[in-house]
Protein backbone atom coordinates (compact mmCIF):
# COMPACT_ATOMS: atom_id res chain seq x y z
CA UNK A 1 0.00 0.00 0.00
CA UNK A 2 2.52 2.62 1.40
CA UNK A 3 5.08 1.76 -1.44
CA UNK A 4 2.25 2.02 -4.32
CA UNK A 5 1.47 5.24 -3.06
CA UNK A 6 5.04 6.48 -3.17
CA UNK A 7 5.43 5.36 -6.95
CA UNK A 8 1.98 7.33 -7.81
CA UNK A 9 2.91 10.11 -6.36
CA UNK A 10 6.74 9.81 -7.85
CA UNK A 11 5.11 9.19 -11.26
CA UNK A 12 2.80 12.29 -10.38
CA UNK A 13 6.36 14.22 -9.78
CA UNK A 14 7.73 13.06 -12.25
CA UNK A 15 4.78 14.33 -14.77
CA UNK A 16 4.91 17.83 -13.21
CA UNK A 17 8.53 18.39 -14.09
CA UNK A 18 7.67 17.01 -17.63
CA UNK A 19 5.16 19.81 -17.75
CA UNK A 20 7.88 22.58 -17.28
CA UNK A 21 9.65 23.68 -20.47
CA UNK A 22 13.28 21.51 -20.00
CA UNK A 23 15.15 24.83 -20.51
CA UNK A 24 13.66 26.67 -17.54
CA UNK A 25 14.19 23.72 -15.11
CA UNK A 26 18.08 23.51 -16.72
CA UNK A 27 18.88 27.42 -17.24
CA UNK A 28 17.37 29.16 -14.21
CA UNK A 29 17.26 26.81 -10.77
CA UNK A 30 20.08 23.88 -12.09
CA UNK A 31 21.34 23.08 -8.24
CA UNK A 32 17.14 22.59 -7.46
CA UNK A 33 16.53 20.00 -9.94
CA UNK A 34 17.57 16.92 -7.69
CA UNK A 35 15.15 18.43 -5.02
CA UNK A 36 12.45 19.34 -7.82
CA UNK A 37 12.33 15.43 -8.32
CA UNK A 38 12.55 14.15 -4.79
CA UNK A 39 10.09 16.39 -3.14
CA UNK A 40 12.38 17.71 -0.32
CA UNK A 41 11.90 21.21 1.22
CA UNK A 42 15.68 22.53 0.29
CA UNK A 43 16.93 24.93 3.17
CA UNK A 44 20.51 25.68 1.31
CA UNK A 45 21.34 24.24 -2.26
CA UNK A 46 25.33 24.67 -1.51
CA UNK A 47 25.93 22.94 1.10
CA UNK A 48 22.87 20.75 1.08
CA UNK A 49 20.64 20.94 3.42
CA UNK A 50 17.10 19.79 2.74
CA UNK A 51 14.54 17.45 4.58
CA UNK A 52 11.15 15.77 3.49
CA UNK A 53 7.89 17.10 3.90
CA UNK A 54 5.96 15.14 6.86
CA UNK A 55 3.88 13.25 5.48
CA UNK A 56 6.33 11.61 2.96
CA UNK A 57 8.75 10.42 5.92
CA UNK A 58 5.83 8.50 7.46
CA UNK A 59 4.95 6.08 3.97
CA UNK A 60 7.57 3.87 5.13
CA UNK A 61 9.55 2.28 8.31
CA UNK A 62 12.76 2.53 5.85
CA UNK A 63 13.36 5.84 4.61
CA UNK A 64 13.70 5.79 0.95
CA UNK A 65 17.34 7.36 -0.10
CA UNK A 66 16.20 10.11 -1.97
CA UNK A 67 13.75 11.14 0.59
CA UNK A 68 16.43 11.05 3.60
CA UNK A 69 17.44 14.77 5.28
CA UNK A 70 20.78 16.24 3.91
CA UNK A 71 22.48 17.75 6.22
CA UNK A 72 26.24 19.14 4.84
CA UNK A 73 28.37 22.07 6.36
CA UNK A 74 30.43 21.76 2.91
CA UNK A 75 30.06 21.18 -0.51
CA UNK A 76 30.46 17.46 -1.37
CA UNK A 77 33.99 16.61 -2.11
CA UNK A 78 35.22 14.81 -4.98
CA UNK A 79 36.62 11.78 -4.22
CA UNK A 80 38.63 9.38 -6.65
CA UNK A 81 37.26 5.81 -5.61
CA UNK A 82 39.97 4.17 -7.08
CA UNK A 83 42.78 5.95 -5.07
CA UNK A 84 41.25 6.42 -1.71
CA UNK A 85 42.58 5.12 1.42
CA UNK A 86 40.62 5.65 4.85
CA UNK A 87 43.72 6.23 7.27
CA UNK A 88 43.38 4.85 10.27
CA UNK A 89 46.85 6.02 12.91
CA UNK A 90 46.88 7.28 16.73
CA UNK A 91 47.88 5.35 19.68
CA UNK A 92 47.29 2.17 16.96
CA UNK A 93 49.75 -0.59 17.14
CA UNK A 94 49.69 -0.96 13.38
CA UNK A 95 48.04 2.19 11.57
CA UNK A 96 46.32 1.22 8.76
CA UNK A 97 45.82 2.50 4.64
CA UNK A 98 42.42 0.93 3.99
CA UNK A 99 41.15 0.57 0.27
CA UNK A 100 37.65 1.08 -0.88
CA UNK A 101 38.00 -2.84 -1.75
CA UNK A 102 39.26 -3.75 1.85
CA UNK A 103 36.07 -1.74 3.47
CA UNK A 104 33.84 -3.80 1.54
CA UNK A 105 35.21 -7.39 2.03
CA UNK A 106 31.84 -9.85 1.87
CA UNK A 107 33.47 -11.55 4.82
CA UNK A 108 33.35 -8.80 7.37
CA UNK A 109 29.96 -7.35 5.92
CA UNK A 110 27.72 -6.02 8.12
CA UNK A 111 24.08 -4.85 8.28
CA UNK A 112 22.13 -2.35 10.29
CA UNK A 113 18.95 -0.86 10.59
CA UNK A 114 18.98 2.36 12.57
CA UNK A 115 17.73 5.41 12.70
CA UNK A 116 19.72 8.71 12.42
CA UNK A 117 18.23 12.33 13.27
CA UNK A 118 20.07 15.69 13.39
CA UNK A 119 20.57 17.39 16.91
CA UNK A 120 18.38 20.12 15.10
CA UNK A 121 16.16 18.30 14.28
CA UNK A 122 12.87 20.66 15.45
CA UNK A 123 14.92 23.33 15.76
CA UNK A 124 11.75 26.19 14.32
CA UNK A 125 10.09 25.26 17.67
CA UNK A 126 13.06 26.15 19.41
CA UNK A 127 13.25 29.40 17.42
CA UNK A 128 9.82 29.81 18.32
CA UNK A 129 10.52 30.60 21.47
CA UNK A 130 14.10 32.38 21.27
CA UNK A 131 15.65 32.73 18.02
CA UNK A 132 18.38 30.25 17.75
CA UNK A 133 21.10 30.32 14.22
CA UNK A 134 21.32 27.26 12.20
CA UNK A 135 19.50 24.99 9.60
CA UNK A 136 15.87 25.82 9.93
CA UNK A 137 14.80 22.22 10.75
CA UNK A 138 11.19 21.41 10.88
CA UNK A 139 10.34 17.63 12.03
CA UNK A 140 12.04 15.94 9.19
CA UNK A 141 15.40 15.81 10.01
CA UNK A 142 15.50 12.10 10.57
CA UNK A 143 15.26 8.74 8.91
CA UNK A 144 16.14 4.93 9.02
CA UNK A 145 17.92 3.54 6.92
CA UNK A 146 19.81 0.05 6.29
CA UNK A 147 23.56 0.78 6.65
CA UNK A 148 26.12 -1.66 5.45
CA UNK A 149 29.87 -2.17 6.33
CA UNK A 150 32.13 -3.11 8.65
CA UNK A 151 32.19 -2.65 12.25
CA UNK A 152 34.61 0.10 13.68
CA UNK A 153 35.53 -2.09 15.98
CA UNK A 154 36.87 -4.89 13.82
CA UNK A 155 39.03 -2.27 12.20
CA UNK A 156 40.20 -0.93 15.64
CA UNK A 157 40.98 -4.49 16.30
CA UNK A 158 43.05 -5.03 13.49
CA UNK A 159 45.23 -1.73 13.81
CA UNK A 160 45.63 -2.93 17.62
CA UNK A 161 44.42 -0.10 20.37
CA UNK A 162 46.88 1.13 23.18
CA UNK A 163 46.63 0.78 26.49
CA UNK A 164 45.95 4.48 27.19
CA UNK A 165 43.62 5.38 24.34
CA UNK A 166 40.26 6.34 25.02
CA UNK A 167 38.70 8.20 22.67
CA UNK A 168 38.25 7.38 18.45
CA UNK A 169 38.32 10.84 15.94
CA UNK A 170 36.76 10.59 12.78
CA UNK A 171 37.57 13.02 9.91
CA UNK A 172 35.68 14.32 6.63
CA UNK A 173 37.56 14.86 3.48
CA UNK A 174 34.99 17.65 3.24
CA UNK A 175 36.51 21.31 3.93
CA UNK A 176 34.02 23.85 5.87
CA UNK A 177 35.18 27.60 5.29
CA UNK A 178 35.04 29.15 8.79
CA UNK A 179 36.38 32.75 9.52
CA UNK A 180 39.48 31.08 11.45
CA UNK A 181 39.88 29.00 7.78
CA UNK A 182 39.14 25.49 6.32
CA UNK A 183 38.71 22.71 8.75
CA UNK A 184 37.44 19.62 7.80
CA UNK A 185 34.28 18.35 9.39
CA UNK A 186 34.96 16.02 12.29
CA UNK A 187 33.75 13.91 15.63
CA UNK A 188 34.91 11.98 18.32
CA UNK A 189 33.17 9.20 20.56
CA UNK A 190 34.66 7.47 23.35
CA UNK A 191 36.58 4.13 22.97
CA UNK A 192 33.84 2.23 24.85
CA UNK A 193 31.14 3.14 22.46
CA UNK A 194 33.37 2.04 19.40
CA UNK A 195 33.97 -1.29 21.46
CA UNK A 196 29.90 -1.96 22.25
CA UNK A 197 29.03 -4.51 20.09
CA UNK A 198 25.70 -5.64 20.23
CA UNK A 199 23.61 -8.60 18.97
CA UNK A 200 23.26 -7.11 15.21
CA UNK A 201 24.35 -3.60 16.51
CA UNK A 202 27.97 -2.64 16.44
CA UNK A 203 28.83 0.27 18.76
CA UNK A 204 29.81 1.83 15.65
CA UNK A 205 29.87 1.10 11.25
CA UNK A 206 32.05 2.10 8.70
CA UNK A 207 29.50 2.15 6.18
CA UNK A 208 29.80 2.10 2.53
CA UNK A 209 26.32 0.97 1.80
CA UNK A 210 22.41 2.89 2.33
CA UNK A 211 19.85 0.61 1.65
CA UNK A 212 21.61 -1.64 -0.63
CA UNK A 213 22.99 0.85 -2.53
CA UNK A 214 26.26 2.75 -2.43
CA UNK A 215 26.34 6.26 -0.67
CA UNK A 216 25.32 9.00 -2.48
CA UNK A 217 27.30 11.99 -2.63
CA UNK A 218 25.50 13.74 -0.53
CA UNK A 219 25.27 10.78 1.89
CA UNK A 220 29.06 10.59 2.20
CA UNK A 221 30.30 8.36 -0.72
CA UNK A 222 32.42 6.31 -0.54
CA UNK A 223 32.49 6.04 3.22
CA UNK A 224 30.87 7.26 6.32
CA UNK A 225 30.58 6.18 9.91
CA UNK A 226 27.09 5.42 11.17
CA UNK A 227 26.85 5.85 15.27
CA UNK A 228 23.66 3.92 16.10
CA UNK A 229 21.69 6.17 19.13
CA UNK A 230 24.37 9.05 18.72
CA UNK A 231 23.03 12.35 17.04
CA UNK A 232 23.80 12.32 13.76
CA UNK A 233 26.78 14.79 13.23
CA UNK A 234 29.22 11.71 14.82
CA UNK A 235 28.68 10.10 11.79
CA UNK A 236 31.00 11.42 9.79
CA UNK A 237 30.54 11.40 5.86
CA UNK A 238 32.83 11.37 3.48
CA UNK A 239 35.29 9.63 6.36
CA UNK A 240 38.86 9.99 5.65
CA UNK A 241 40.61 9.55 8.70
CA UNK A 242 40.03 7.43 12.22
CA UNK A 243 42.48 8.63 14.79
CA UNK A 244 42.92 6.75 18.07
CA UNK A 245 43.61 9.13 21.05
CA UNK A 246 43.48 9.51 24.44
CA UNK A 247 41.21 12.58 24.55
CA UNK A 248 38.56 13.84 22.49
CA UNK A 249 39.00 15.68 18.93
CA UNK A 250 39.85 19.05 19.17
CA UNK A 251 37.89 19.66 16.09
CA UNK A 252 35.35 22.77 15.96
CA UNK A 253 31.94 20.33 15.73
CA UNK A 254 33.33 18.66 18.73
CA UNK A 255 34.43 21.41 21.22
CA UNK A 256 32.45 24.68 19.88
CA UNK A 257 29.11 23.44 18.76
CA UNK A 258 27.24 20.07 19.19
CA UNK A 259 27.09 21.20 22.75
CA UNK A 260 23.58 22.96 24.70
CA UNK A 261 24.80 26.25 26.34
CA UNK A 262 22.52 29.12 26.77
CA UNK A 263 25.50 32.00 26.00
CA UNK A 264 28.33 32.20 23.53
CA UNK A 265 31.36 32.55 25.76
CA UNK A 266 34.16 30.33 26.26
CA UNK A 267 33.37 29.91 29.55
CA UNK A 268 29.95 28.15 28.56
CA UNK A 269 31.40 25.80 25.76
CA UNK A 270 34.27 24.50 27.53
CA UNK A 271 32.27 23.96 30.41
CA UNK A 272 29.64 21.73 28.39
CA UNK A 273 30.32 18.26 27.24
CA UNK A 274 29.74 17.43 23.55
CA UNK A 275 26.52 15.97 22.77
CA UNK A 276 26.49 11.76 22.37
CA UNK A 277 23.26 10.16 22.40
CA UNK A 278 20.09 11.58 21.24
CA UNK A 279 17.20 12.30 23.27
CA UNK A 280 13.86 10.28 23.42
CA UNK A 281 11.14 12.06 20.69
CA UNK A 282 8.01 11.86 18.87
CA UNK A 283 5.93 13.76 16.50
CA UNK A 284 2.69 14.18 14.49
CA UNK A 285 3.04 13.90 10.39
CA UNK A 286 -0.09 13.45 9.66
CA UNK A 287 -2.29 15.92 9.43
CA UNK A 288 -0.01 18.85 8.71
CA UNK A 289 0.13 21.29 10.82
CA UNK A 290 -2.75 24.09 10.22
CA UNK A 291 -4.39 21.60 8.18
CA UNK A 292 -8.69 21.91 7.89
CA UNK A 293 -9.92 18.79 8.87
CA UNK A 294 -13.70 17.30 9.08
CA UNK A 295 -15.62 16.57 11.96
CA UNK A 296 -15.50 12.93 13.41
CA UNK A 297 -12.83 9.97 13.09
CA UNK A 298 -9.74 11.52 11.99
CA UNK A 299 -5.79 9.78 11.45
CA UNK A 300 -2.82 10.31 13.08
CA UNK A 301 0.06 9.15 11.90
CA UNK A 302 3.79 9.88 13.04
CA UNK A 303 6.93 8.55 14.18
CA UNK A 304 8.55 8.21 17.85
CA UNK A 305 12.51 7.74 18.90
CA UNK A 306 13.63 6.25 22.01
CA UNK A 307 16.63 7.75 23.37
CA UNK A 308 20.19 6.41 22.00
CA UNK A 309 20.76 3.73 24.15
CA UNK A 310 21.15 -0.34 24.84
CA UNK A 311 18.14 -2.11 24.73
CA UNK A 312 16.00 1.37 24.81
CA UNK A 313 12.67 1.15 22.53
CA UNK A 314 9.38 3.46 22.29
CA UNK A 315 6.81 1.37 24.46
CA UNK A 316 3.86 4.43 24.06
CA UNK A 317 3.14 7.02 22.14
CA UNK A 318 -0.58 8.96 23.33
CA UNK A 319 -2.14 12.15 21.43
CA UNK A 320 -4.38 14.09 23.40
CA UNK A 321 -7.14 16.20 21.55
CA UNK A 322 -8.19 18.24 24.84
CA UNK A 323 -5.03 20.01 25.66
CA UNK A 324 -3.32 17.30 27.33
CA UNK A 325 -6.46 16.47 29.56
CA UNK A 326 -7.04 12.84 28.11
CA UNK A 327 -5.12 10.94 26.47
CA UNK A 328 -5.27 7.42 23.73
CA UNK A 329 -2.92 5.27 22.86
CA UNK A 330 -1.66 4.75 19.20
CA UNK A 331 -1.11 1.61 17.66
CA UNK A 332 2.18 0.71 15.86
CA UNK A 333 3.09 -0.23 12.76
CA UNK A 334 5.85 -2.79 13.70
CA UNK A 335 8.07 -4.18 16.23
CA UNK A 336 10.31 -2.23 18.37
CA UNK A 337 13.62 -2.08 17.61
CA UNK A 338 16.36 -0.65 19.71
CA UNK A 339 17.95 2.59 17.50
CA UNK A 340 15.14 2.47 15.61
CA UNK A 341 12.07 4.38 15.24
CA UNK A 342 8.34 3.57 15.50
CA UNK A 343 5.48 4.82 13.59
CA UNK A 344 2.46 4.91 14.65
CA UNK A 345 -0.91 5.53 13.35
CA UNK A 346 -4.00 6.91 16.36
CA UNK A 347 -7.58 7.20 15.50
CA UNK A 348 -8.90 10.02 17.23
CA UNK A 349 -12.46 12.18 17.29
CA UNK A 350 -12.42 15.33 16.67
CA UNK A 351 -15.04 18.61 16.60
CA UNK A 352 -15.46 22.28 16.31
CA UNK A 353 -14.14 22.33 20.27
CA UNK A 354 -10.83 20.76 18.80
CA UNK A 355 -8.36 23.19 17.92
CA UNK A 356 -5.24 21.00 18.10
CA UNK A 357 -3.33 17.36 18.65
CA UNK A 358 -0.89 16.94 20.92
CA UNK A 359 1.54 13.89 20.65
CA UNK A 360 4.09 13.08 23.66
CA UNK A 361 6.01 8.73 23.90
CA UNK A 362 6.95 6.82 26.66
CA UNK A 363 10.16 4.75 26.68
CA UNK A 364 10.81 1.09 27.75
CA UNK A 365 12.35 2.29 30.86
CA UNK A 366 9.41 4.31 32.03
CA UNK A 367 10.72 7.84 30.73
CA UNK A 368 8.13 10.06 29.22
CA UNK A 369 9.08 12.67 26.85
CA UNK A 370 9.10 15.94 28.34
CA UNK A 371 5.98 18.80 28.13
CA UNK A 372 8.46 21.62 27.64
CA UNK A 373 12.05 21.83 27.24
CA UNK A 374 14.86 24.43 28.44
CA UNK A 375 15.87 26.53 25.30
CA UNK A 376 19.31 26.74 24.31
CA UNK A 377 21.32 28.39 22.16
CA UNK A 378 22.10 26.40 19.25
CA UNK A 379 18.66 25.24 19.20
CA UNK A 380 19.55 21.37 19.40
CA UNK A 381 17.53 18.02 20.99
CA UNK A 382 14.36 19.90 20.44
CA UNK A 383 12.10 17.30 22.29
CA UNK A 384 9.33 18.76 23.99
CA UNK A 385 5.26 17.07 23.19
CA UNK A 386 4.82 17.58 19.97
CA UNK A 387 1.76 20.00 18.96
CA UNK A 388 -0.10 20.09 15.96
CA UNK A 389 -3.21 22.96 15.08
CA UNK A 390 -5.93 21.95 13.54
CA UNK A 391 -9.08 23.25 11.68
CA UNK A 392 -11.84 21.35 12.69
CA UNK A 393 -14.89 22.13 9.98
N1 LIG B 1 32.01 15.12 6.73
C1 LIG B 1 30.82 15.50 7.22
N2 LIG B 1 30.09 14.60 7.92
C2 LIG B 1 28.88 14.95 8.41
C3 LIG B 1 28.37 16.26 8.25
C4 LIG B 1 29.15 17.18 7.50
O1 LIG B 1 28.77 18.34 7.28
N3 LIG B 1 30.37 16.77 7.01
N4 LIG B 1 27.18 16.58 8.84
C5 LIG B 1 26.78 15.79 10.00
C6 LIG B 1 25.46 16.03 10.50
S1 LIG B 1 25.26 17.41 11.45
C7 LIG B 1 24.43 15.13 10.31
S2 LIG B 1 22.96 15.35 11.07
C8 LIG B 1 24.61 13.93 9.45
C9 LIG B 1 23.59 13.95 8.33
O2 LIG B 1 23.75 12.85 7.49
P1 LIG B 1 22.95 12.80 6.12
O3 LIG B 1 23.23 14.05 5.36
O4 LIG B 1 23.38 11.56 5.42
O5 LIG B 1 21.49 12.73 6.52
O6 LIG B 1 25.89 13.89 8.88
C10 LIG B 1 26.94 14.30 9.72
N5 LIG B 1 28.20 14.02 9.09
MO1 LIG C 1 23.12 17.30 12.36
Redesign the pocket.
Known amino acids: MATLKMLSRRALLQRTTFAAPAWFVARSFPALADDAATGLIVHERV?HNAEPPLDRLVESWITPNDL???????PVPEIDADSFRLEVEGLVDRPLSLSLAELRQRDRRQSVVAT?T??GNRRNEHNAVKPVSGVMWQAG?I?NAEWTGIRLSDVLKQAGVKENARHVWFE?L?Q?ERSSGVI??GASIPLDKAMQDEPDMPGALIATAMNGEPLSP???FPV?TVVPGY???R????LGKIVVSDRPSPNHYVQHAYKLVEEDTDRQWSAASPIETYVINSVTCLPADGASVAPGELTVKGYALAAGLPERTIRNVEVSTDKGRTWRSARFEEEARPYCWRLWTARVAVDSNTSGLIVRATDSAGNRQPETVPWNLKGYLFNAWHRTAIDVR
Not at 68 to 74: D, L
Open positions: PFYIRSHAMCAAGGDVPFDHGRIGASVKW
